[in-house]
């Protein structure tokens, strides 16, 4: 005996999207890509900014070096001016919620150098050189700021540069 049931009976147990789901968005913004995180239900957006081995999130850009690479030292130049620690940042850091460690007890580290956006955003190159032997990296800021401007407009705004709405 085959039953067959009406298309009535069948939409309310039909699977249906959920308006509250997490979703993710990658949109390309010249060298850069944006990561947006959008979380519906919280009415909430996560944005991050990523480019090779540089990402900004939370109004910190942080230098990915090898993960294996001793970065305590490390120090930066901007616009060619006199090398500065990194360290001197460490309190505004720690308020942006920048990480300082990983679970690597021999490197904790893991190869991130993090500086303040505030301190790069009026300057043209910075040049990060993660230790006394290491390989410097000198980042052309003009396209971090476009990218940034332009993840702005998207809709990234407070928590993307490191406050509360």
Known sequence: ??????????????PHSDPHAVSVRRTRLGAWTLVQTIDPFLKATNCELY??????????VVFQFPR?????????SLNGTAPVSWRINALELARKGASFSSDDVENPSGGQVSIPFSVLS???????????????????????LGARAKALLMGCYQSFDGSTP
């Not at 090779?52 to 939370?58: F, H, M, S």
Request: aromatic residues 10%; without cysteine.
């Open 122 to 144: 009026k300057s043209v190159t910075i040049t990060v050189r993660p230790n006394a032997t290491g390989k410097s990296h000198t980042l052309r800021l003009a396209p971090l």
């Open 1 to 14: 005996m085959v039953f067959l049931m009406a298309p009535a009976f069948v939409a309310p147990f039909m």
């Open 68 to 76: 294996h690479t001793q970065t305590y030292d490390a120090v930066y």
């Open 51 to 60: 480019s090779d081995d540089v990402l900004y999130e939370n109004g910190v």
